[in-house]
C-alpha cells in the first residue's frame, strides 16, 4: 500500500475561504493516496497532490497536510505498528497479571484494529 493515509477522526478541508462550495468532507475509517504530481508555488509552498476512493484527484498546500496529519491522519504502516506494539503490551500485562495495564492496552488494541479492519475491509471492496 503505497504512501496511504487513513482518517482516524472525521474532518472538513476548506479549499479557500473565497470558494465556501469546495469543501471536502473526509470520514474516519477513509483512505487518502498520496500522488505523485507535487507543485511548488512561491506564495503558497508545495502542493501536495491527494486522492481518494470517493474524491477526484485535489492539491492541498503541505502546511495544512501537516496540521491535517497530527490531528486526523496515521500512515497506514503506523497503524500496524501500533497494532503491534499494544498486543506486545497485552501479552506482557497478561504474563504480569497486571489487570490496569492489561485493560488500558487491550483498549487501545482494539480501537486500532477496528480502525484497521474497517480500512482492510474497504479495501477489498474496492479492489473488487
Same mark, same amino acid.
Given at each position: 500500500?503505497?504512501?496511504?493515509?487513513?482518517?482516524?477522526?472525521?474532518?472538513?478541508?476548506?479549499?479557500?475561504?473565497?470558494?465556501?462550495?469546495?469543501?471536502?468532507?473526509?470520514?474516519?475509517?477513509?483512505?487518502?493516496?498520496?500522488?505523485?504530481?507535487?507543485?511548488?508555488?512561491?506564495?503558497?509552498?508545495?502542493?501536495? $497532490? /491527494?486522492?481518494?476512493?470517493?474524491?477526484?484527484? +485535489?492539491?492541498?498546500? !503541505?502546511?495544512? %497536510?501537516?496540521?491535517?496529519?497530527?490531528?486526523?491522519?496515521?500512515?497506514?504502516?503506523?497503524?500496524?505498528?501500533?497494532?503491534?506494539?499494544?498486543?506486545?503490551?497485552?501479552?506482557? $500485562? /497478561?504474563?504480569?497479571?497486571?489487570?490496569?495495564? +492489561?485493560?488500558?492496552? !487491550?483498549?487501545? %488494541?482494539?480501537?486500532?484494529?477496528?480502525?484497521?479492519?474497517?480500512?482492510?475491509?474497504?479495501?477489498?471492496?474496492?479492489?473488487?
Amino acid at each position: 500500500m503505497k504512501d496511504c493515509l487513513i482518517v482516524t477522526r472525521d474532518f472538513t478541508y476548506h479549499r479557500g475561504p473565497s470558494n465556501p462550495h469546495k469543501c471536502l468532507h473526509f470520514k474516519k475509517g477513509e483512505f487518502i493516496y498520496i500522488g505523485d504530481d507535487h507543485h511548488y508555488v512561491e506564495s503558497i509552498g508545495w502542493l501536495v $497532490s /491527494l486522492h481518494t476512493d470517493t474524491h477526484p484527484p +485535489f492539491f492541498i498546500p !503541505s502546511a495544512y %497536510l501537516e496540521k491535517y496529519y497530527l490531528n486526523n491522519l496515521y500512515m497506514y504502516s503506523d497503524i500496524a505498528l501500533s497494532i503491534n506494539y499494544h498486543q506486545l503490551k497485552v501479552d506482557q $500485562s /497478561l504474563d504480569r497479571r497486571d489487570a490496569e495495564l +492489561f485493560q488500558y492496552h !487491550s483498549t487501545q %488494541l482494539s480501537y486500532w484494529n477496528q480502525l484497521m479492519n474497517g480500512s482492510d475491509e474497504k479495501q477489498k471492496v474496492v479492489s473488487l
